[in-house]
C-alpha cells in the first residue's frame, strides 16, 4: 500500500493505492503535511487530478481497486458513467439500477474515491443534497465548489 497527501484547491487529498489501483481518495486535515507519490499510479493519480482542477481533464482514466458491498458497487459504476457537468438526482440514479433513493445516497456517502468517483454530481431532486454524510460545513462548501468548477469549465469549451 502506497500513501501521499496532495494539495488541492478544496485542501489536502490523502490518495491510497494498492497493488490492484486507486483504492481511496479522501479530504484530510488542513495543515497535513504533504508526501510525494512514489508509484507509477500514484504520479498519474496526481497529475490527473491537478489536471482536473485546472479544468484540463474531465475524466480519470486510473485502475481501481474499490472496496464495498456488490450493491455500492453498482452505485459507484453507475457514477463512473456521469460525464463532467452532468448531475441527477438520487431518484433517477435509484431507478435506473432499480432501487430506492436513500439506498443511493447511502452508497454515495461511502464512496472510498471522492472526486474521482463523483459522487458530488448526484442531487436531491429539490436541493443539493449532501456530500460525504454532511449536509453542511466545510464538506458541503466542496460538493458546491466541485459542481461549479464543472458548471464554469463546461461553458468555456
Not at 500500500?1 to 481511496?24: A, D, H, N, Y
Amino acid at each position: 500500500m502506497e500513501s501521499c497527501i496532495l494539495q488541492s484547491p478544496l485542501g489536502p487529498l490523502r490518495l491510497t493505492i494498492s497493488v490492484k489501483g486507486l483504492q481511496r481518495l479522501e479530504y484530510v486535515a488542513a495543515g497535513s503535511p504533504l508526501s510525494k507519490p512514489v508509484s507509477d499510479l500514484a504520479k498519474q493519480a496526481g497529475q490527473q487530478l491537478m489536471a482536473y482542477f485546472e479544468g484540463d481533464c474531465r475524466g480519470f482514466d486510473l485502475p481501481f481497486d474499490l472496496i464495498g458491498t456488490c450493491y455500492q458497487k453498482q452505485v459507484w459504476s453507475e457514477l463512473q458513467q456521469l460525464y463532467f457537468g452532468q448531475t441527477l438526482s438520487y431518484g433517477e440514479l435509484a431507478e435506473k439500477i432499480d432501487s430506492g433513493a436513500r439506498a443511493v445516497g447511502n452508497a454515495c456517502r461511502s464512496n472510498p474515491l471522492l472526486i474521482i468517483v463523483p459522487c458530488h454530481r448526484v442531487l436531491r431532486k429539490d436541493a443539493v443534497g449532501g456530500y460525504s454524510g454532511q449536509r453542511d460545513g466545510i464538506m458541503m462548501q466542496r460538493k458546491l465548489w466541485l459542481l461549479q468548477h464543472e458548471a464554469e469549465t463546461s461553458q468555456q469549451s
